[in-house]
């Protein structure tokens, strides 16, 4: 894959996810202070599990885009270090196929699926 393609596509996955966090963030404060209202005007204590299982939930989506963001920042480094396109495992050729489909890819099918099966 073309470097200047693969960066275009790359720097517009990364916007979206740090965009998509941010916006996490921003929900997580908000929702944060309608509970304590809630619980303030209730004058009671309400059920507290529903609150914690959406914490934990966004806590385990909030990994997950923070590590997306992790190999699209390693995917932009390779590009700059002229090794992008390379398996991080083997140095061999990523096919274009595979970057097109995830352009942060670091492994070939055949190594990501061999580190699937451990």
């Not at 963030?25 to 005007?41: L, P, T, W, Y």
């Amino acid at each position: 894959m073309d470097t200047n393609r693969a960066q275009e596509l790359l720097e517009a996955q990364r916007a979206e996810v740090v965009g998509t966090l941010e916006s996490m963030g921003k929900e997580n404060a908000d929702d944060r202070d309608a509970e304590a209202q809630s619980v303030e005007d209730a004058g009671d204590i309400e059920d507290r599990s529903q609150p914690l299982e959406q914490e934990d939930e966004d806590a385990a989506i909030t990994d997950q885009l923070n590590d997306r963001l992790e190999g699209i920042d390693r995917a932009l480094q390779r590009i700059k270090d002229g090794t992008y396109g390379l398996s991080v495992k083997s140095g061999k050729p990523i096919p274009d196929e595979r970057l097109e489909a995830d352009p942060a890819a670091e492994l070939t099918i055949e190594e990501a699926r061999a580190a699937e099966r451990r």
